[in-house]
């Protein structure tokens, strides 16, 4: 092979790689960000209400938290810890959401925890968003007391009773599957790899119980993408294209009997006789 010949084979392969990477950028830009911003501008400021409650719950909370006996109330209402009985922590979970996390800085959250609820609220409508949100909350925190009660051991999975003590509280999980609900459904590789990366760094970098309620958080999330609009599918015939609607046959008009011809009246003249059957027919 010549290398001219060769050169002419191995070019067009970055350019592929680049035009592919900027149509994939290019869609993930318009389902992201150009479709909620263009249904922010036709709905208001409506369209962010779960974010505007879930931002402002937030920075209410960590303002309580900061006298003692407000510390005391955030933690009766909202305080989430894996040695707890089972129905205290549903009750508390709801308002756990709220509850910022000790580990965790408030105000750079803050952000984070805006901009996922609006997309997602502008994305997925209200209801939905709520409801992934809460599903990957309940996933963290019963797999961490899943972990709890198996024990050290098991290939790395279960934790010592010591954590069972440590408060687990904060929108985080929430944040994670909310991007990674969209990142999957959406088909958005570039937030689908910062999301779940970072999470991956996080558990390896800082191995503790919020790295794996992350994580788990993030596999919840995966799941309930995947399961997305299964279910709801039109019908369709064998070529693959859905049916036309069927209209109403009109009914068939049925044709009125032949009479016989009428013979006028001539005096004088007689009148031709017409077969019977002819007239019967």
Do not use: C
């Amino acid at each position: 092979m010549t290398p001219d010949g060769h050169t002419a084979r191995v070019r067009p392969l970055p350019a592929r790689l680049a035009r592919f990477t900027w149509r994939t950028l290019r869609a993930e830009w318009h389902s992201i960000v150009v479709e909620p911003v263009r249904r922010l501008a036709r709905r208001g400021p409506s369209g962010l209400l779960l974010a505007f409650v879930a931002a402002f719950g937030v920075i209410l909370f960590h303002d309580i938290a900061q006298h003692p006996a407000g510390e005391v109330w955030v933690r009766r209402l909202g305080g989430v810890q894996a040695d707890l009985p089972l129905w205290l922590s549903l009750l508390r979970t709801p308002v756990s959401l709220y509850v910022p996390a000790l580990d965790l800085p408030v105000w750079g959250g803050i952000t984070q925890l805006f901009l996922a609820f609006a997309l997602a609220e502008l994305t997925l409508g209200r209801a939905r968003t709520l409801a992934v949100a809460y599903a990957a909350t309940l996933a963290g925190t019963f797999t961490a007391r899943l972990m709890v009660a198996t024990g050290p051991g098991l290939w790395g999975f279960g934790l010592p009773p010591e954590a069972g003590h440590v408060l687990d509280t904060g929108p985080s999980a929430a944040v994670v599957g909310l991007f990674t609900y969209l990142a999957v459904i959406r088909r958005a590789p570039v937030l689908f790899t910062l999301t779940g990366g970072s999470m991956v760094w996080e558990s390896v970098a800082v191995p503790n119980l919020a790295g794996r309620e992350h994580l788990i958080a993030v596999g919840t999330a995966i799941v309930l993408g995947l399961l997305h609009g299964r279910g709801v599918r039109p019908r369709r015939t064998t070529a693959g294209s859905p049916l036309p609607p069927q209209r109403a046959r009109p009914a068939l008009a049925l044709p009125a009997p032949a009479s016989a011809p009428a013979i006028p009246d001539r005096p004088g003249v007689d009148q031709p006789k017409v077969p019977v059957s002819s007239l019967e027919s």
